[in-house]
């Protein structure tokens, strides 16, 4: 194989091995990161963070039905 098609090769598999990482679950919304930022500053005695507010209703849009 030339240099060229190996440094091809080699890209590629870098881009495939760095598309797969990340994990595999269910997106945070941003009330359960606090959440748990506040349990973690809770367990390591840290200062707490403020208490987040309850989300809102989740309320329908008009776009839902697209996706």
């Known amino acids: 194989m ?3 098609a190996t440094l091809t090769l ?8 760095l598309a797969a ?9 941003p ?3 606090a959440v748990e930022a506040r349990r973690q500053a809770e367990r390591e005695d840290k200062p707490l963070p403020p208490e987040p507010e309850k989300p809102v209703e989740d309320r ?3 776009l839902d039905g697209l996706i």
């Open 10 to 17: 080699l890209l590629l598999a870098t881009a495939l091995g």
């Open 2 to 4: 030339t240099a060229r």
């Open 60 to 62: 329908p849009f008009i």
């Open 21 to 29: 990482c990340g994990r595999k679950a269910p997106l945070d919304t």
């Open 31 to 33: 009330y359960e990161a």
